[in-house]
């Protein structure tokens, strides 16, 4: 058994860090040819392969293309600098959560890098509305506050605010995080809040402005936890103060949609953006789930700007998240084809600049990627599993248990709730336990039976030959918390899992919290001084190095004794 207390953090970070793929993988994606009863392979599965190829070669090329005019660009000294159409690149900045002591520049170090469109200055963690807010900073500002309070001020970061504007680099505050205390109890509330916002680091004037007469070029509600209650009216307040003038309001939800707490503020009023969390989800921006099509769907029909920009949400290394972390080679095919697919796609934006910078040239290579992408036209949208094939591959057909299949041990999930695993070369279809439903894994290798909403139809031509869409699991229904437990990996009987918790009311987690799990006969979960197993019961202890904490994020791993893992029948938190 693991968990991960992220002792190797700083005390803030996004519910990423604080603190989710390979059958389907973007990286390499081939047709599977059907065969008929004869064992030809048919007209139109070939037909199929090569108009695959075609766009698989047709999208290199214009990567090629546009990577080429990156770097031109980069060699004639053009200088990174936001634009309102995209594409930017787009960094949280100022939590070090790569954690040395020289791991995160100073501020202006990445603005002057050329390689970053916007920065989000991370965090303003504690509310504090009926008096002054805190921030923090991790390394880039320490023990330094005000008189009689604990608001820090860092005349230096003001100083680098204004050289990065000078580039044309965007500078905004994000307010949450996953430690802190945050949220409103009324819409007047965050109206006043807004107040404090525009006096300390906008164009209003106070004594304790943090960062001098530097003014940020926006904010981001990156709001963990808690109610939705107050924000769009800290919005609107914003929006009125700011009406004649360039300033930037976005939203970070999860990638689960609608996003347990943002889903109903992002709706209620006019952002810029929204930096949607592709990463520690089930919807993780490689496996069988990933939703940006729910995303850009929801950006023309749903949200009060038509014009909204979605950024795709990625971790800057394998450590700067639990799961979700997209290798280079990967994001090369993964952002064209987003890029080229959704007219809503803004740009990247990645946790955090120190992981970036640190990950043998990501940031250098991300840059190049998604400014290159630019000359991709968008086009309309897919399904999620079908989104990388030709419109010429059907998207959807009867899924039957007497097809060929290619992969011995293989499980696939099917319609209404059941699973399917290859045997002898066919497909042999089994249920799910009552009440659950078959899910794939975070990794999109694998299939678990979990509590949630079973996938429609099949789509052929896939690694795997038939996969159900848009299964998903559902959040435990629980009092004052949003939990939900997905399966990352399973594999010859071992599993890996997380538990996502976020607080739907403004009282944190406690320091400490216990997770009770009570699970089927045949899973075992791997022991720890954490975790402890008695029959089903299963029970978690988790030591948070904050005291103040909105979510939570843990994995843990064990094994099964059955043909699939079979999620927790409950799970509570005391």
């Not at 959560?97 to 202006?108: V, Y």
């Not at 109903?264 to 952002?271: T, Y």
């Not at 998903?472 to 997380?498: C, G, H, I, K, W």
Request: a neutral charge.
């Amino acid at each position: 058994m693991c968990v991960e207390a992220y002792t190797d953090y700083p005390p803030l970070g996004r519910f990423a860090v604080r603190d989710m793929r390979q059958t389907v993988a973007v990286g390499v994606i081939k047709s599977v040819e059907k065969v008929d009863k004869a064992g030809k392979v048919t007209k139109a599965a070939a037909k199929a392969d090569m108009s695959l190829k075609a766009y698989e070669l047709v999208t290199f090329f214009m990567l090629i293309l546009g990577m080429a005019i990156a770097g031109l660009l980069k060699t004639l000294n053009v200088q990174a600098a936001y634009s309102s159409n995209g594409p930017n690149v787009m960094y949280y900045w100022g939590q070090n959560s790569a954690g040395g002591t020289t791991t995160q520049g100073t501020l202006s170090s990445y603005c002057q890098s050329d390689q970053a469109d916007i920065i989000l200055l991370s965090f303003l963690h504690i509310f504090n509305v009926a008096g002054l807010p805190q921030i923090n900073l991790s390394n880039a500002c320490e023990n330094t506050f005000f008189p009689n309070s604990q608001l820090l001020s860092c005349p230096a970061i003001g100083l680098d605010i204004k050289t990065c504007q000078a580039k044309g680099v965007k500078i905004l505050l994000s307010l949450g995080g996953a430690a802190g205390a945050y949220g409103f109890t009324s819409d007047a509330e965050g109206q006043q809040f807004a107040q404090t916002i525009w006096d300390l680091f906008g164009r209003g004037s106070s004594e304790t402005r943090p960062f001098g007469d530097a003014v940020i070029d926006g904010i981001d509600l990156d709001i963990e936890g808690g109610s939705p209650r107050g924000y769009a009216a800290m919005v609107t307040a914003l929006r009125s103060k700011s009406a004649n003038q360039d300033f930037l309001i976005g939203a970070a939800p999860q990638c689960p949609f609608p996003d347990a707490i943002l889903g109903s503020v992002i709706n209620a009023v006019g952002l810029d953006y929204v930096n949607v969390q592709f990463y520690n989800n089930y919807c993780s921006a490689l496996g069988a789930s990933f939703n940006f099509d729910v995303w850009d769907t929801w950006a023309k029909t749903q949200s009060a700007n038509k014009q909204i920009k979605v950024y795709l949400t990625l971790p800057g290394s394998p450590r700067a998240a639990e799961s979700g972390y997209v290798d280079m080679p990967s994001l090369s095919r993964l952002v064209p084809l987003v890029a080229s697919r959704y007219s809503s796609y803004g740009g990247v934006s990645v946790w955090d600049a120190s992981q970036a910078w640190n990950n043998n040239g990501f940031h250098s290579s991300l840059y190049s990627l998604v400014h290159g992408s630019w000359s991709v036209p968008a086009v309309t949208t897919a399904s999620p599993s079908s989104q990388l094939l030709p419109s010429t591959v059907p998207s959807s057909g009867a899924c039957s248990s007497d097809q060929a299949c290619s992969v011995p041990g293989q499980y696939i999930c099917t319609p209404h709730g059941a699973y399917s695993f290859c045997v002898h070369g066919q497909w042999l279809t089994a249920p799910c336990p009552l009440g659950t439903v078959c899910i794939p894994t975070v990794d999109g290798a694998s299939v678990y039976c979990g509590y949630g909403t079973p996938g429609s139809g099949c789509v052929h031509g896939l690694n795997a030959s038939l996969v159900a869409l848009n299964a998903q699991p559902r959040p435990y229904n629980l009092s004052n918390t949003n939990a939900q437990l997905v399966v990352t990996s399973f594999s010859d009987n071992v599993f890996e899992a997380m538990i996502h918790a976020r607080r739907t009311t403004l009282s944190p987690f406690n320091q400490t919290v216990i997770i009770e799990l009570n699970v089927s006969d045949q899973v075992q979960f791997d022991p720890s001084k954490e975790v402890q197993q008695k029959d089903k019961t299963v029970r978690v202890k988790v030591n948070s190095p904050d005291n103040q904490t909105m979510a939570l994020v843990l994995r843990l791993t064990g094994s099964v004794s059955s043909d699939v893992f079979v999620a927790p029948a409950s799970l509570r938190f005391n």
